[in-house]
């Protein structure tokens, strides 16, 4: 979080952030600096397989699931 993508490191993941930042380009998270991009991130992920698995949210229908 705070970050631009070229400074998140993806190694071992099996990704790069140039593919990641052209996945997210269409919902227009251009980087995670604001407020407004890092909730269009998780509305994004919230969607996601491996979100609740991950996150586990405590309030399973606060990010309109």
């Keep these: 979080m705070g970050r631009q993508w070229h400074e998140i490191d993806y190694s071992g993941e099996g990704m790069t952030w140039e593919k990641q930042k052209g996945f997210y380009a ?12 890092l909730e269009k991130f998780f509305k994004v992920e919230s969607k996601l397989p491996y979100f609740k698995k991950i996150y586990k949210p405590k309030y399973p229908n606060a990010l309109g699931n």
């Design 26 to 37: 269409p919902y227009e998270i251009d980087h995670f600096k604001s407020l407004a991009c």
